[in-house]
């Protein structure tokens, strides 16, 4: 449970991390485990922005290495090509140490990437390009990379529905792995930090103010739930708000300059043959960006797109031309299927904080950290374009720039990254009969877990909201669950229904050329007709 604001008047920090994402969230443990005290904010719940609005993908890094129109982009722009090692790099050493400290965190899955004839890659060249990432990351997990002929193709589930089978040279078929469920990982570094000392509070707003005697800096903290408020201290500030970060730095600097800028990534689900499941397909769209089909659980999502983003930080969903330009897109990639509207069970959609850069139209997609101290913030960082799937090397590379600025004055911890399950063995009922979560499940979620609303418990707690829909029943005896621990009245159980409803709807529902959106998560069931 949220202990009172309160508690925390007066208190002094050694770092204060605003923005409780997967990079806040990493760097907690790491810090507090190197020895300093920490305290992470986080106005919503944890890992409710960006972290949960991903492709999911622990990537092998093969993105990196396709510049998109041709392999000769690298040769014309060579420090492009020194970028995508870099970050290739990162991404197999990502890979391999999340597999092996959380496999139960991700799921191994078979990836498939179709070489055209007429397409910008040949296929000795996508042979390098997986000799280049073998070579650049750890034996384990393997790539288990192959080439099979384009007449094997069409054998194979899923791949059989590809476009112009009789232009496809090969296909390259690769292991990828995808996170189950980000927040969950997020989750698990929050409450590794909270077993080494951190303090954490999600539905906190944090607001810096100015610096006090040349070394303090001010965080007035304001709880979102009952308005209540307390000023704490710190040395060090890492302002790890995402796409909110230039409004973080605002507060106290209004002519700091710009750090983030904004991109759109959006996705939708479907329900693909039962054939096809396990099985996915990295592509190019038509605008020569990065296209997936990826598996999950018994359905497949599709995505992303990639627009800048300038609207509603607070109200980021999928628009109805998003939707119908990913179904085009589904439907080029595989056209057999012949997808439509009403083929859709959910969407999501997130804003990538990517580096903002002059030259770089879109963002620039290589992780920077900032150090404020020329906007006239000594002591203050900032992260920018740090993807899910490095989180542990973003947090790292916090931890050392703090330990550089700051010596620890508590004894060093080894952190644990492996994941947070609840206390197993007792007889509680199922949520949802035939599925593990159980209503002690929920408990724990509230009393250790700190979830506030069912939103924090279904989806970003369980996980269950991701892969069940549920009825009315279900919502009821969670919502009973939550009243009972945080001693809600009838009348605010069934508003917390309502709230979740309406945030399903916002966030996820399906999108209909008649209406702004269909909902296809709460309290309805998914059924043949869509």
């Known amino acids: 449970m949220r202990p009172p604001l309160k508690f925390l008047d007066h208190e002094i920090f050694d770092v204060v991390i605003i923005g409780g994402g997967i990079n806040g969230a990493a760097a907690a443990q790491e810090i507090v485990g190197q020895g300093h005290s920490v305290l992470l904010v986080e106005k919503g719940d944890f890992g409710s922005g960006t972290s949960s609005r991903s492709s999911r993908l622990l990537h092998c890094g093969l993105r990196y290495l396709a510049p998109g129109h041709s392999i000769w982009d690298f040769v014309v722009h060579p420090t492009r090509f020194i970028t995508a090692m870099k970050m290739a790099k990162q991404a197999m050493e990502a890979r391999a140490e ?28 996508v042979d390098i390009a997986f000799l280049i990432l073998k070579l650049l990351g750890p034996r384990n997990p393997p790539l288990d990379y192959h080439r099979i002929s384009g007449t094997e193709a069409r054998n194979m589930p899923l791949m059989s529905q590809l476009r112009d089978l009789d232009r496809i040279d090969s296909l390259a078929v690769y292991r990828e792995y995808e996170f189950d469920w980000p927040e969950r990982v997020c989750m698990d570094c929050i409450l590794d930090a909270e077993r080494m000392g951190a303090v954490v509070r999600n539905y906190t707003l944090a607001r810096l103010g ?5 070394r303090v800096w001010p965080v007035m903290l304001t709880d979102q739930l009952n308005g209540a408020t307390v000023e704490v201290s ?30 759109k990534g959006t996705h939708i689900v ?3 043959p039962d054939s096809c499941a396990g099985y996915g397909v990295a592509t190019l769209n038509s605008k020569s960006e990065p296209f997936y089909c990826i598996p ?19 109200d980021i969903h999928v628009t109805n031309e998003e939707q119908a330009w990913l179904l085009k897109e589904a439907n080029r990639l595989l056209p057999g299927i012949g997808l439509s509207e009403k083929d859709v069970r959910l969407t999501w959609a997130g804003v990538r904080p990517l580096t903002y850069d002059k030259a ?14 020329g906007d006239g913030m000594p002591n203050v960082l900032a992260m920018t374009a740090g993807p899910v799937m490095s989180h542990r090397s973003a947090g790292r590379l916090l931890a050392k720039a703090v330990a550089k600025r700051l010596t620890p004055q508590r004894r060093r911890q080894r952190p644990d990254y492996a994941p947070k399950q609840p206390p197993a063995g007792d007889s509680s009922p199922a949520l949802v009969s ?4 159980r209503l002690s499940d929920l408990q724990h ?6 979830a506030v609303t069912l939103m924090d418990l279904l989806f970003r707690r369980t996980g269950l909201g991701w892969r069940h829909q549920f009825s009315e029943a279900e919502l009821d005896q969670a919502a009973s669950v939550l009243a009972t621990e945080r001693g809600l009245s009838s009348a605010e159980r069934r508003r917390e229904i309502e709230a979740f409803k309406i945030e399903c709807e916002r966030l996820f529902g399906r999108r209909s050329s008649q209406d702004s959106f269909t909902n296809t998560i709460a309290g309805k069931d998914w059924d043949e007709s869509g």
């Not at 139209?361 to 404020?372: E, K, T, V």
Request: proline fraction near 6%; hydrophobic fraction near 35%.
């Open 296 to 314: 999950w659980h018994d359905l497949h999502y599709f995505g992303p797109t990639e627009t800048l983003y300038e609207g509603n930080k607070e």
């Open 360 to 373: 770089v139209p879109f963002g620039n997609r290589s992780r920077q950290l900032h150090d404020l101290t």
């Open 445 to 450: 979620g509230i009393q250790k877990e700190h």
């Open 210 to 214: 100015r610096r006090r005697d040349g």
């Open 270 to 272: 479907v329900k693909l």
């Open 98 to 125: 999340f597999v092996e400290t959380s496999s139960l965190r991700a799921r191994p899955l078979q990836f498939a990437f179709p070489i055209y004839r007429e397409g910008p890659y040949r296929a000795w060249q």
């Open 234 to 263: 710190t040395s060090i500030v890492l302002n790890l708000a995402g796409i909110w970060i230039d409004e973080v730095n605002a507060t106290p600097e209004p002519n700091a300059k710009r750090r983030v800028l904004g991109t």
């Open 434 to 437: 035939g599925l593990s979560t």
